[in-house]
């Protein structure tokens, strides 16, 4: 009855005269006109739809393999008889018969409620999997997904690579894609050239980087030669004596740095600089930052990681050329931070009331908590900042957290105060909840992050570039009270 009235329904079913799959068609009864009222019967024999005769068979045909594609532009011939005609569909040669396949063949088109009977045994005859058959199969598909992913991994490394190498071999480098491509990370066997290039040491021009490499290295070699041996003067003994002291504390989870050869390499990088810049001379800290470069730099002549060279091994030649490398690159980045080293450290202070103004309004309840315990930034901020958080993460973190500094502008100095943050706040939940007045200065200087890879840096960094296009061009908004 309620097909009957909507049928008689002028407004329920919408007038198209164009043809189409599941779309119904115009229908002339013998003796009526065409749109005269129909039955229910006649209608269901008009309806392409989803249970249409060719698909019950095309259904059957797919579950045995044996359809070809249909063409590209089907053409359905037009009929007066009471059933419209469907377009066709080609069906390729079948294979030997099955008893489905033969029980579908041998219905005729027109009897849709048989058809439909005949796929639903079609689909009950198949028993379903058992326990182990479950598994292998989960099993299947959780292994081709992890080769798949691994796959896709080792392409996007690849092809990563392949843009490096590209960027690198121009007769000019392009800073801008450089810095856009070291942003995210740079892989280990073009980083030292990378860092070279970011830190201004090394040309961009390739016609000129070579010679300039060279004279610089020779330019170090002459500052060894004639301030070095000056170390025990007086005046000068004591700069000496504390680079001596921190020499042997630095890295001390790396026994590479505590190999005597290295030792020596320290010692006369920080002695050669503290003499060069008397403004500020050697401060504690800086043979910290000595050690990136390190790690970086003799990669290359050894393939291995810093904590497992073994630096007597490598030739003299190539020890004084790592050693110049890092120094300059060492120099070029206390160029744009010294402010943190001359008198009374200004660029310290400066840096750290900016942390603590901008935790404060990214999270106002771990602001609130170090207020209740009487802990200032200040306090656990100071080596954050002085250190470059060197002392903070593994020294594998330190070098991808550098890929970004030398990729930012003012990376060393302003980004810095954002990945502060982000660093703070990655563990805002466990300071909040777990440490009191008594356990909260010693968890802030040894928080967990003895186990942290590039995915953790990586969600820092992203979390601080964040917060600096919020802030970085709203200083007055960062500083405003609340």
């Not at 396949?101 to 058992?130: D, E, F, G, V, Y």
């Amino acid at each position: 009855r309620r097909v009957k009235m909507a049928a008689e329904s002028t407004g329920f079913w919408r007038r198209v005269t164009g043809r189409g799959p599941g779309r119904a068609q115009p229908v002339t009864v013998e003796g009526g006109a065409k749109g005269n009222r129909k039955s229910f019967t006649a209608f269901d024999h008009s309806n392409s739809g989803a249970w249409s005769d060719g698909e019950d068979d095309l259904t059957l045909s797919h579950a045995n393999g044996d359809v070809t594609p249909p063409p590209n532009n089907p053409t359905a011939p037009s009929s007066s008889s009471a059933t419209a005609v469907r377009p066709q569909r080609s069906i390729s040669q079948p294979k030997p018969p099955t008893s489905h396949s033969t029980a579908a063949s041998a219905k005729p088109a027109s009897s849709k409620p048989q058809a439909r009977s005949i796929q639903r045994q079609n689909s009950s005859s198949s028993l379903p999997p058992t326990s182990d058959q479950s598994h292998h199969f989960i099993a299947s598909v959780a292994s081709n997904h992890q080769r798949r992913s691994s796959s896709e991994l080792r392409t996007r490394d690849e092809m990563r690579l392949d843009k490096f190498a590209q960027c690198l071999s121009a007769p000019s480098i392009d800073m801008k894609k450089l810095k856009e491509l070291s942003w995210s990370g740079c892989p280990a066997e073009h980083r030292h050239t990378v860092w070279m290039l970011l830190s201004g040491y090394a040309p961009a021009n390739a016609s000129r980087r070579e010679v300039t490499l060279q004279r610089k290295r020779d330019e170090y070699r002459g500052f060894v030669d004639q301030y070095y041996s000056t170390r025990l003067e007086p005046g000068n003994d004591k700069t000496f004596h504390q680079i001596e002291i921190d020499v042997i504390r630095t890295s001390p989870l790396t026994k590479t740095f505590q190999q005597d050869s290295m030792k020596e390499m320290l010692e006369r990088i920080l002695y050669i600089w503290a003499i060069r810049h008397p403004a500020s001379g050697y401060v504690q800290g800086m043979n910290d930052l000595v050690t990136p470069f390190f790690a970086v730099f003799m990669y290359p002549h050894t393939g291995v990681d810093i904590s497992e060279c073994v630096v007597a091994n490598i030739a003299q030649d190539i020890r004084d050329t790592i050693e110049a490398d890092a120094f300059w690159c060492f120099s070029r980045l206390l160029d744009g931070i010294q402010d943190n080293y001359t008198a009374q450290q200004p660029g310290v202070q400066r840096k750290t009331q900016a942390l603590e103004e901008l935790v404060m309004r990214v999270d106002r309840p771990l602001f609130d908590h170090l207020q209740e315990c009487g802990v200032t930034v200040m306090q656990f901020a100071f080596r954050w900042i002085n250190c470059l958080l060197m002392r903070e993460m593994p020294l594998r973190c330190t070098v991808r957290l550098w890929d970004t500094y030398l990729a930012e502008t003012d990376g060393f100095a302003d980004f810095h105060v954002y990945v502060c943050a982000a660093f703070l706040t990655t563990f805002s939940e466990q300071i909040r909840t777990k440490f009191g007045i008594d356990e909260l200065m010693p968890a802030l200087q040894s928080l967990p992050t003895a186990s942290w890879s590039n995915k953790e840096v990586d969600l820092v960094l992203a979390e601080a570039y964040r917060w600096k296009f919020m802030f970085a061009d709203s200083q007055k908004h960062l500083g405003a009270s609340n």
